[in-house]
């Protein structure tokens, strides 16, 4: 029977093993920081879908009221067409602006349906789980101007995608000081014990 163990141990004197262990720490924050990125830019993608909904709707909803309006003007002016005081021209007028309103209503309506689905899109969820929340026509977001006013002189700094920069910057310095470590002359401690 035999056994054998063998063991080395590099003495760290010169610091390359710290500088690579630092620079990993800082590569792993820059990984964080770019994970927080891409989860502020989501959030802010849905809530500007969730704007351009509540404005799609709002324009639905202008649209047709308008479209009312314009329905009731061409009925006053048959009326008053067969009454004798209005020529066909302005009939025709107004049947011709009617057409133009019925026209933009497929459009808004579309829009409506895409902010929708762009909405379930980023949540992940079916179109159909959220219709019956975002069907209810709602004011549309503003933010306000106490929040504007009160954004700190760091606000910079607490960006993710400049914080993820920051942690590549200092990882790449390590990662120099770290060569620089390794041209110095390595020191080795080996051992070996066997029993047979």
């Known amino acids: 029977y035999g056994a054998s163990v063998d063991?080395?141990?590099?003495?760290?004197?010169?610091g390359g093993n710290k500088l690579a262990s630092r620079a990993a720490t800082a590569d792993l924050q820059a990984t964080q920081a770019s994970f927080?990125?891409?989860?502020?830019?989501?959030a802010a993608e849905v809530a500007s879908a969730y704007v351009n909904l509540r404005l799609a709707q709002a324009k639905l909803a202008v649209a047709q009221e308008n479209?009312?309006?314009?329905?009731?003007?061409?009925?006053?002016?048959?009326l008053k067409q067969q009454a004798g005081l209005s020529s066909g021209l302005e009939v025709e007028q107004a049947?011709?602006?009617l057409g133009q309103q019925q026209a933009n209503i497929p459009t808004l309506e579309n829009s409506v349906t895409q902010a929708q689905y762009a909405i379930a899109t980023l949540t992940g969820n079916k179109p159909e789980a959220l219709n019956a929340r975002l069907a209810?026509?709602?004011?549309?977001?503003?933010?306000?101007?106490?929040?504007?006013n009160n954004i700190p002189a760091n606000s910079l700094r607490q960006r993710p995608d400049?914080?993820?920069?920051?942690?590549?910057?200092?990882?790449?310095?390590l990662r120099v000081d770290e060569?620089?470590?390794?041209?110095?002359?390595?020191?080795?401690?080996?051992?070996?014990?066997?029993?047979?």
């Open 162 to 173: 400049l914080r993820a920069a920051e942690f590549q910057i200092q990882a790449a310095g």
């Open 7 to 14: 063991a080395s141990w590099e003495a760290d004197i010169f």
């Open 179 to 196: 060569a620089q470590a390794n041209r110095r002359p390595s020191f080795n401690l080996g051992g070996s014990l066997s029993l047979n």
């Open 36 to 42: 927080e990125d891409v989860k502020a830019s989501l």
């Open 95 to 97: 049947n011709l602006s």
């Open 136 to 148: 209810e026509v709602k004011p549309i977001p503003s933010a306000s101007v106490q929040l504007a």
């Open 67 to 78: 479209l009312k309006s314009r329905q009731e003007t061409v009925r006053l002016i048959t």
